[in-house]
T-cell receptor, first 113, second 119 residues
Framework: TQLLEQSPQFLSIQEGENLTVYCNSSSVFSSLQWYRQEPGEGPVLLVTVVTGGEVKKLKRLTFQFGDARKDSSLHITAAQPGDTGLYLCAGARGGGSNYKLTFGKGTLLTVNP | EAGVAQSPRYKIIEKRQSVAFWCNPISGHATLYWYQQILGQGPKLLIQ????????DSQLPKDRFSAERLKGVDSTLKIQPAKLEDSAVYLC?????????????????FGPGTRLTVL
């Protein structure tokens, strides 16, 4: 079983602070995705990283894929209350009709005003 | 364009009762997934359909869970009989392209989920 470990599990910070969330695995995935899930809603895709060492930016969010394609990080600069939510990483494997995702347990982020 | 629709949004039942969830995918998306998300955990894949055929149901507890996708569009997930440990959010997701979106056709789009409480 390919497992994804996320840390920290919970994070509560003040508005304006920076934070980093980590996603680690002992296995290699073809790509890694980050989702944000708000209460009462399904996860929404933020970004997909495919190449080892890849860095992608989405406004104040920076995503990095490890060189060995086994780990990833999400860094948020100057967090805002609207960033509050459950951040999930998911590793992709298979292709075509066999494409499927394995999710980590998530990091529950609370940004206090 | 409409997203993935699920109903009901909430369901409370007693153990040993039966329950069914319904999912209407994004038009044209051939691949459909059902996930179970227990509180404090990430989604866990239960079953994957390609059109109306099952691709992977290895993690579906087949003694009590069943799912179908007749005609390759809408899907239903049933639990019979329910146990306390089935309390969770059941998410439906479909995979494919979305008109006007730059996202990859491998992107999964999730519905809002059905929150099941088994008492």
């Amino acid at each position: 079983t390919q497992l994804l470990e996320q840390s920290p599990q919970f994070l509560s910070i003040q508005e304006g602070e920076n934070l980093t969330v980590y996603c680690n695995s002992s296995s290699v995935f073809s790509s890694l995705q980050w989702y944000r899930q708000e209460p009462g809603e399904g996860p929404v895709l933020l970004v997909t990283v495919v190449t080892g060492g890849e860095v992608k930016k989405l406004k104040r969010l920076t995503f990095q894929f490890g060189d060995a394609r086994k780990d990833s990080s999400l860094h948020i600069t100057a967090a805002q209350p609207g960033d509050t939510g459950l951040y999930l990483c998911a590793g992709a494997r298979g292709g075509g009709s066999n494409y499927k995702l394995t999710f980590g347990k998530g990091t529950l982020l609370t940004v206090n005003p | 364009e409409a997203g993935v629709a699920q109903s009901p949004r909430y369901k409370i039942i007693e153990k040993r009762q039966s329950v069914a969830f319904w999912c209407n995918p994004i038009s044209g998306h051939a691949t459909l997934y059902w996930y179970q998300q227990i509180l404090g955990q990430g989604p866990k894949l239960l079953i994957q359909f390609q059109n109306n055929g099952v691709v992977d149901d290895s993690q579906l507890p087949k003694d009590r869970f069943s799912a179908e996708r007749l005609k390759g569009v809408d899907s239903t997930l049933k639990i019979q009989p329910a146990k306390l440990e089935d309390s969770a959010v059941y998410l439906c997701a479909t995979r494919g392209s979305l008109r006007g979106s730059p996202r990859s056709p491998d992107t999964q789009y999730f519905g809002p989920g059905t929150r099941l409480t088994v008492l």
